[in-house]
T-cell receptor
Framework: NAGVTQTPKFRILKIGQSMTLQCTQD?????MYWYRQDPGMGLKLIYY???????DKGEVPNGYNVSRSTTEDFPLRLELAAPSQTSVYFC?????????FGNGTRLTVT | DQQVKQNSPSLSVQEGRISILNCDYT??????FLWYKKYPAEGPTFLIS?????DKNEDGRFTVFLNKSAKHLSLHIVPSQPGDSAVYFC???????????FGKGTHLIIQP
């Protein structure tokens, strides 16, 4: 049982480039989330989804987009990468259980 | 404005002794509280939780205490073991779909 899988694990982007962070879960959870964690800080919510076709903004959504076409997948899109988006990104999902996290994507924008 | 505060960035405890991690919150709508543990290069993993209708929840070596009037919770680990060395995040929920609000974390170091 893989749980929540995030790819890639690491990525370096140049300013202005775009990329998609992938997240997939195999627990049939309806709720999925994207968080970012900056050094010395807690996790901040970027976007979340309560089911396929439904997404909503979290605390820090600017510069990001999401889609939820299936229950399993919840990709996060960066259109014009900026140095302020250098962070570790965590995807999480839940059903009736506490949030279950993936192992993160470490993104550096230079 | 931080709604969940962990005021100790780090804590060092000797192996076998008690570790006490503290967390304060400001939002009265929070009714469910959790502790997550995080090792380097891994995602946070759920440790223990408590509902606002309780003031204590115990699971093996881990106990969480909730003081609603003080808006304070604490995690006790007894006895502390080397594998407990990690960053611990306090988190809170108001029951909505919009996930959890996290503190900044406390880095617990268990010394032999």
């Amino acid at each position: 049982n893989a749980g929540v899988t995030q790819t890639p694990k690491f990525r370096i982007l140049k300013i202005g480039q775009s990329m998609t962070l992938q997240c997939t879960q195999d627990m049939n959870h309806n709720y999925m989330y994207w968080y970012r964690q900056d050094p010395g800080m807690g996790l901040k919510l970027i976007y979340y989804s309560v089911g396929a076709g439904i997404t909503d903004k979290g605390e820090v959504p600017n510069g990001y987009n999401v889609s939820r076409s299936t229950t399993e997948d919840f990709p996060l899109r960066l259109e014009l990468a900026a140095p302020s988006q250098t962070s570790v990104y965590f995807c999480a999902s839940r059903g009736r259980t506490p949030l279950h996290f993936g192992n993160g994507t470490r993104l550096t924008v230079t | 404005d931080q709604q969940v505060k962990q005021n100790s960035p780090s804590l060092s405890v000797q192996e076998g002794r008690i570790s006490i991690l503290n967390c304060d919150y400001t939002n009265s709508m929070f009714d469910y509280f959790l502790w997550y543990k995080k090792y380097p290069a891994e995602g946070p993993t759920f440790l223990i939780s408590i509902s606002s209708i309780k003031d204590k929840n115990e699971d093996g070596r881990f106990t969480v205490f909730l003081n609603k009037s003080a808006k304070h919770l604490s995690l006790h680990i007894v006895p502390s073991q080397p594998g407990d060395s990690a960053v611990y995040f306090c988190a809170a929920s108001g029951g909505g779909a919009d996930g959890l609000t996290f503190g900044k974390g406390t880095h617990l170091i268990i010394q032999p």
